[in-house]
């Protein structure tokens, strides 16, 4: 392989990654301002089975579409077992973000106390700090979902026979 194809290879790779990331990372926070009471509710359900589970099926879907391209046919068995690398870097991410709330810290950081016409959904104290707990865990997903999908991306490398 050339060098002009390793790096188009690379960087296609990458592109799928952060989409990924970004793709698990904001599912939360769509969820929250579309669902707030179930969210609210159903936090730790949310981290731990549903987020998992919509990064399985987002990285099953792009690493099938990506070994398709590359090698013409796809192996939905290598793609699966590639594809949990993503719900288990997520979920890991997850848990850390959880069970370590000062990890959160540098993120909810970035937003006020108190949102200005954030309008009534946000009016008061604890929803304003929920709403940066979510930016918080936001963060960690989006990492988790690039580091799982860069490792299934990586497995998914070599053509199926």
Do not use: H
Request: with cysteine; charged share 10%; hydrophobic share 50%.
């Amino acid at each position: 392989m050339e060098t002009k194809t390793k790096t188009a290879d690379l960087t296609v790779r990458a592109s799928f990654a952060l989409i990924e990331g970004a793709l698990v990372a904001m599912a939360f926070p769509l969820f929250y301002f579309m669902l707030p009471d179930f969210t609210r509710s159903y936090t730790i359900l949310m981290l731990f089975v549903i987020l998992p589970i919509f990064a399985f099926v987002v990285s099953l879907c792009s690493n099938l579409f990506l070994q398709y391209l590359y090698c013409g046919s796809a192996s939905v068995g290598m793609v699966s077992l590639a594809a949990t690398w993503s719900p288990l870097t997520t979920l890991a991410l997850a848990v850390l973000a959880y069970f370590l709330p000062f990890l959160r810290s540098p993120v909810k950081q970035l937003f006020s106390e108190s949102p200005q016409g954030a309008g009534a959904a946000l009016s008061s104290p604890e929803e304003a700090t929920f709403v940066q707990d979510i930016w918080g865990y936001a963060f960690y997903l989006f990492w988790g979902g690039v580091y799982g999908q860069t490792m299934a991306s990586g497995m998914i490398a070599t053509c199926p026979k």
